[in-house]
C-alpha cells in the first residue's frame, strides 16, 4: 500500500546526473539569494547530496512516509539544510521553495521518460509530489524548530546577561537586580552570586532591588531563598534599594524577610564595610595651580 | 570501619569531612564529638563538609544536633566549606540551619571562633579585682 511507484524510481535511478544538472540550473536561474550565498559549487554541492540521497531512498522500495527509516538518511540532509538556513537569514519559504524546486526538474524528466503511458506519468508524479510535499513541510518545521532553538538561547544569554554580580570592595559583592525576579532568573541569580562568594571570598553581599519593578510573595520567597544560600556558604546579605511603595507592599502583604535591609546602596555599602571591619575616609583635595 | 577525624586546633575542634556521610558514620560522629569535647574543654567546633557532595537532611540534622550540644558544652560550632550546589539543595529542602553559624572556609571559621573566645576573655580580664 502507498509504496512509491516503480517507473519513478527507475527514471530517477537511470537520470541521476542529469536531474542534477536541470535543478542546478533552474535555481541559479530563479533562487538568486540562495545562489548568491552558496555559490556555484556551494550550490551544486547541496543538490547532489539531496538527489543522491532521494535516489538511495526510492531504491530501498519505500512507503511515501518519509519519517520510515529508508528516509533517514534524506531527512538528515533536509535538516542540515534547514538549519543552515535558519542561522543564515532565509525565510522558512526560502527553505520550503528549494525542497519544491526539484519537482520542476523531475517532472521535467519524467514527462519525457513516460511520455508514452499518461496513466504511468500521472502515478508517477503523484508519487513523487507525496515525498517532496512532506519534505518541504519538514524543511519548515525543522527550520521553525532551529528559529526557536536560536530565540531559547538568546533569551539564556540575556538572562546570564541582567544579572551581574560586582565586587565593590574587599569582601563585599554587590548584585543589582533589574527587572521582574522569576523562578529561572532566581534560580540563574543563585547560583552565580554563590560562584562567585567562593571566587572573591565575600563575607557580605549587597542585594539591590532598585530594578525590581514589584514585589509579591513569590519574589519575596527567591530572595529569602538566595539569603538563606548566600548564609550557609558563611556569608551575609544586605537588602537594598527598597522603593517606598515596595516597602509599603512588603508590610501589606505581611512578608517576612528576615534580613537586615537599608533604603540605598550607600547605606548598604557603609554598614557592609563596618562589618567587615574596613573604613574609608575623606581627604583633602589638593589643586594642582 | 572508616571514621571521621577529629584534630585539636588551638582551643578549637577541628572536623573534617572528606567522604560520604551515611547515617552511622553521622551517629558515630556525633557521640566521639562530645566525648572529646568534655575531654579537651575546647571553645569552638569547626566543621568543614567542603568534601562532601551531597548533604541529606539527615545529616543537616546532625549538624544541628552537634552543634546543640556543644552550645551544651559551652562550644561554638561553626559550618564551613559548603558547596554552592549542596547550599542551593538545602535551601530548596527547606534545610537552613539555623542557629549554626557558617563560614566560607576554615580560616574563615577559625576566625569566628577566635573573635568569640577573645570577647570571653575581655569579659574576665575586666572584671573585678
Not at chain 1, 502507498?2 to 519513478?8: F, G, I, K, S, V
Not at chain 1, 540521497?53 to 512516509?65: G, H
Not at chain 2, 553521622?26 to 548533604?55: Q, Y
Request: proline share 4%; aromatic share 4%; glycine share 6%.
Amino acid at each position: 500500500m502507498n509504496a512509491t511507484e516503480p517507473r519513478l524510481r527507475d527514471t530517477v535511478l537511470q537520470n541521476e546526473p542529469r536531474l542534477v544538472d536541470l535543478w542546478v540550473d533552474g535555481l541559479a536561474r530563479s533562487n538568486l539569494q540562495r545562489f548568491g550565498h552558496l555559490g556555484a559549487n556551494g550550490l551544486r554541492q547541496q543538490c547532489l547530496r539531496f538527489v543522491d540521497e532521494f535516489t538511495s531512498a526510492l531504491e530501498q522500495e519505500p512507503r511515501a512516509n518519509i519519517h520510515e527509516p529508508e528516509f533517514d538518511n534524506l531527512r538528515d540532509i533536509v535538516e542540515e539544510i534547514s538549519r543552515l538556513d535558519a542561522t543564515q537569514g532565509f525565510s522558512p519559504s526560502d527553505t520550503a521553495l528549494f525542497v519544491y524546486s526539484f519537482k520542476e526538474p523531475l517532472f521535467a524528466v519524467l514527462k519525457e521518460e513516460l511520455a508514452g503511458s499518461s496513466e504511468e506519468l500521472i502515478s508517477a508524479v503523484k508519487s513523487a509530489s507525496r515525498i517532496l510535499d512532506r519534505l518541504g513541510l519538514y524543511a519548515t518545521e525543522i527550520y521553525q524548530k532551529s528559529r526557536e532553538d536560536i530565540i531559547q538561547r538568546q533569551a539564556q544569554e540575556l538572562i546570564e546577561l541582567s544579572t551581574p554580580v560586582v565586587q565593590l570592595w574587599d569582601k563585599i559583592l554587590v548584585i543589582p537586580i533589574i527587572g521582574t525576579l522569576d523562578s529561572e532568573r532566581a534560580q540563574t541569580v543563585m547560583e552565580s552570586l554563590l560562584d562567585r562568594i567562593v571566587e572573591f571570598r565575600a563575607e557580605i553581599v549587597i542585594i539591590d532591588i532598585t530594578g525590581v519593578p514589584t514585589v509579591d510573595t513569590l519574589v519575596a520567597q527567591h530572595l529569602v531563598k538566595t539569603i538563606s544560600a548566600a548564609r550557609l556558604m558563611g556569608a551575609d546579605c544586605i537588602l537594598s534599594g527598597i522603593r517606598p511603595q515596595i516597602a509599603q507592599t512588603i508590610v501589606h502583604l505581611g512578608l517576612q524577610i528576615d534580613v537586615t535591609s537599608k533604603a540605598t546602596m550607600a547605606d548598604a555599602f557603609a554598614l557592609a564595610l563596618r562589618r567587615t571591619g574596613q573604613k574609608m575616609q575623606r581627604t583633602p583635595v589638593r589643586r594642582e595651580s | 570501619m572508616e571514621e571521621i577525624p577529629i584534630i585539636k586546633l588551638g582551643r578549637s575542634l577541628l572536623v573534617s569531612i572528606q567522604i560520604d556521610m551515611h547515617d552511622r558514620l553521622a551517629v558515630a560522629l556525633e557521640d566521639e564529638l562530645s566525648e572529646k569535647l568534655v575531654e579537651t574543654g575546647a571553645k569552638g567546633v569547626i566543621i568543614d563538609i567542603s568534601g562532601l557532595d551531597v548533604v541529606d537532611s539527615f545529616v543537616g540534622r546532625t549538624l544541628a544536633n552537634i552543634a546543640g550540644t556543644a552550645r551544651v558544652l559551652d562550644a561554638q560550632t561553626v559550618v564551613v566549606g559548603m558547596r554552592p550546589q549542596v547550599a542551593i539543595t538545602l535551601v530548596e529542602l527547606g534545610l537552613t540551619l539555623p542557629g549554626i553559624k557558617t563560614a566560607l572556609d576554615v580560616e574563615r571559621g577559625l576566625a569566628i571562633v577566635n573573635a568569640t573566645q577573645g570577647e570571653t576573655a575581655d569579659t574576665i580580664q575586666r572584671g573585678p579585682s
